[in-house]
């Protein structure tokens, strides 16, 4: 897997800039500017899309003293980039749009919290996966894209690299999401009441 710094080296090439890097704290404007973008633009990617390898599913905490209008208020997951849905107990697949969960997120004093009216309530959100040999492949290119988008300007001055960066970065989160969805199976849909009784 590609660690940190060939990611940003592909986002260099991708903008015309020949010079690699080796460290993010080496003295060249490459290094200096990677640097800043890497973990901001990382995270911004993973938050784009529930990508599989960076899912995870848990039980919330519930710390009680629900807000107006809520019946629960459950503690935020540590490392959580975006939380993707309200689960309940023993559930497996995302609900449909109309029979998803509401729920708010907010602040208490002790930092973030979930609202939601759902009882014992689990999340299925996105993990801040922070070491690059987890990453997925595809991942790891629209990665490299996204940050071409931001190298391109400051180190070649060129609009048409950061618009082709742009493209290519689409491009790139389309192929990782039609990727993504083949990783999984759902349950078999249950006989059809018909079908079942002619038999």
Same mark, same amino acid.
């Given at each position: ?76 997951? !540590? @490392?959580? /980039?975006?939380? $993707? ?8 697949? #995302?609900?449909?749009? =109309? *029979? +998803? ?38 991942? !790891? @290119?629209? /990665?490299?894209? $996204? ?8 180190? #070649?001055?060129?609009? =048409? *690299? +950061? ?37």
């Amino acid at each position: 897997m590609a660690s940190d710094i060939e990611i940003c080296n592909v986002a260099l090439s991708r903008v015309a800039h020949s010079q690699s890097i080796v460290s993010f704290t080496e003295k060249s404007k490459a290094a200096e500017l990677c640097a800043v973008f890497y973990a901001q633009l990382r995270d911004l990617v993973l938050a784009e899309f529930p990508w599989p390898f960076a899912e995870s599913t848990v039980v919330l905490a519930d710390i009680g003293g629900a807000a107006p209008g809520w019946a629960y208020r459950y503690r935020y997951p !540590a @490392d959580c /980039l975006k939380v $993707r849905e309200i689960i309940q107990p023993g559930q497996r697949w #995302s609900l449909g749009v =109309d *029979l +998803q969960i509401p729920f708010k997120v907010g602040y208490d004093v002790g930092g973030r919290v979930i609202h939601t009216d759902q009882p014992e309530a689990g999340v299925r959100f996105t993990y801040r996966v922070a070491d690059s040999t987890f990453f997925d492949p595809l991942f !790891a @290119d629209a /990665l490299s894209w $996204r940050l071409a988008m931001d190298l391109a300007l400051p180190l #070649s001055s060129k609009t =048409d *690299l +950061q618009q082709f960066a742009t493209q290519q970065y689409g491009l790139a989160l389309t192929k990782a999401q039609g990727s993504a969805f083949e990783e999984s199976q759902d349950d078999p849909e249950p006989e059809s009441e018909f079908v079942s009784v002619r038999s």
